[in-house]
């Protein structure tokens, strides 16, 4: 007989970030209006009543695991190009998070919120989905995870950064086992570490740093989508550690991954408490 003991890889919870940004003028008309000033002028109270009527509630007075139904506003603070280029993230003025365990109630809102916005804003939407974890055994839970940084209020940990990514087509070539093995550091024959991989080069987030990853439904993604969404939250005096890690992985000699990594624009946004002051 044979056991019958498949752990689960089902769709956990359904998460999309908005990126708002006005169309560009076009050529000879005057300058289109900043995207804050646009959601005011066009979206009103609308926004927030959408929210409510959909039962989401505010990340930013958020204190632990994610709320079931949560809503969050990001304003920017900047951006910076990638090798894949994303003008609609690079440029966004804002960004709104959605995410629930229901996939109708995240489709909803993306639909819905497009015709107070339109046709000033138009609403970029990266989403994905989460999993169970792939790659993490009881030791490597406790290393990475067991002790991980919850998100705190938006008071505490006010800054947001949202990373898109998409491996390569040699990453996806690899079978599963080979893809595991650069997520742990590596040894030559007498033992010596010759490099971190992921695990130990993003170390140092792993107390101060909120993350969280979508990942596209399917794997890989389609051309000209995303494999991963991944964002972090941290406070201020820990945003040094979010580009200290960054750049830690980033260095394939420390984490040969990033070897079959494409990044998209990395965004810095602030946490706000309302819809209001996003569009202050």
Not at 58 to 71: K, L, M, T
């Amino acid at each position: 007989m044979r056991a019958n003991d498949v752990h689960p890889n089902a769709i956990l919870r359904h998460g999309a970030y908005l990126c708002l940004n006005p169309p560009p003028s076009a050529p000879g008309a005057p300058p289109a209006p900043t995207a804050p000033a646009a959601m005011r002028a066009v979206a009103g109270a609308a926004v927030p009543a959408l929210a409510e009527r959909l039962g989401l509630r505010n990340e930013f007075e958020a204190d632990g695991e994610d709320p079931p139904d949560a809503i969050a506003f990001l304003r920017r603070v900047g951006a910076a190009p990638a090798a894949v280029a994303d003008d609609r993230l690079l440029g966004a003025a804002a960004v709104v998070h959605v995410a629930s365990a229901r996939a109708d109630l995240v489709a909803a809102f993306c639909a819905e919120i497009a015709g107070p916005l339109a046709p000033a804003v138009t609403p970029h939407v990266l989403g994905g989905v989460v999993r169970p974890m792939l790659f993490t055994g009881n030791s490597m839970h406790n290393f990475a995870y067991a002790h991980r940084m919850l998100q705190q209020p938006g008071t505490a940990a006010p800054n947001a950064f949202l990373v898109p990514m998409i491996k390569t087509a040699a990453w996806w070539q690899k079978d599963w086992m080979e893809r595991h093995t650069y997520f742990l550091p590596r040894y030559d024959g007498s033992g010596r570490r010759v490099a971190e991989g992921h695990a130990l080069a993003a170390a140092a987030g792993v107390a101060c740093l909120m993350r969280r990853t979508y990942k596209h439904p399917a794997e890989p993604a389609p051309p000209g989508e995303y494999d991963f969404i991944t964002y972090f939250e941290c406070a201020d005096a820990d945003v040094p550690t979010f580009h200290q890690v960054c750049a830690a992985l980033r260095d394939v000699a420390r984490n040969p991954e990033w070897a079959f990594v494409r990044e998209g624009p990395t965004w810095h946004g602030r946490r706000v408490a309302t819809w209001e002051e996003l569009c202050a």
